[in-house]
Every structure is written in C-alpha cells, then in structure tokens.
Nanobody
Framework: QVQLVESGGGLVQTGGSLRLSCTASGRTFRPMGWFRQAPGKEREFVAAISWTGSNTAYADSVKGRFTISRGNAKNTVYLQMNSLKPEDTAVYYC????????????????????WGQGTQVTVSS
C-alpha cells in the first residue's frame, strides 16, 4: 500500500525557516514534489525533484528561498523553506509520481499519482 507521510509544518514568523519532510513507502517512485493550497485558492506547484536528484524545478514565487532535496534512499524528499513570507501560508502536500524517466521533475498536478495528507505552514507577519 502506497503511503506518503509529511512532517515539519508549523507556525513561524516572517523571515523564519521551516523544513518539511516526506517519507514515501509502498513502491518505487520517480519524480517527487511539493504543492501547496491556501484557503480559497487552487493547489499550486512549489518544487519538484527527479529520481536522480540532479534535476529540480521551482515556482517563481519560491525560487531562491526554498530548496528541494531527496534522501539517498530515494523515498524521502525534503523542502527547506527560508525567508518565509505570510503569502507562503498554506497546506503543503507531498506528491510522488510513477512515470517519466529518472531525470523527470514535472510541475503539473496530473503528473503525480500519489499524495500525502498535507501539513499546515503558517507564517505570521
């Protein structure tokens, strides 16, 4: 049974940092990524990383502040979030895909087959 479990969310002040973790189990995954959804808004892409870890992609809104990485065992993905802003407040979801090649790091929601339950990130002003 496939399972993605996120951790690391919480409340932080503007300019602070948080590190999200996601551990996936149940099968081998190719790309993994992070998405977020703020109240009243659609779920949006944040960052993605290929199976090799060599290819990454970021939303323009987080580029230079967030870093995605993948553990050596390939089933864990991290999102280091620095210089957080109130507009980063959202539920953050881990996602994993089973398609594509080893260098694939897609931005589209429909490229991912499995999703975690989400972890809340709140940035106070």
């Amino acid at each position: 049974q496939v399972q993605l479990v996120e951790s690391g969310g919480g409340l932080v002040q503007t300019g602070g940092s948080l590190r999200l973790s996601c551990t996936a189990s149940g099968r081998t995954f190719r790309p993994m990524g992070w998405f977020r959804q703020a109240p009243g808004k659609e779920r949006e892409f944040v960052a993605a990383i290929s199976w090799t870890g060599s290819n990454t992609a970021y939303a323009d809104s987080v580029k230079g502040r967030f870093t995605i990485s993948r553990g050596n065992a390939k089933n864990t993905v991290y999102l280091q979030m620095n210089s957080l802003k109130p507009e980063d407040t959202a539920v953050y979801y881990c996602a994993a895909g089973s398609g594509g090649n080893f260098w694939y790091s897609p931005r589209g929601l429909d490229e991912y087959d499995y999703w975690g339950q989400g972890t809340q990130v709140t940035v106070s002003s």
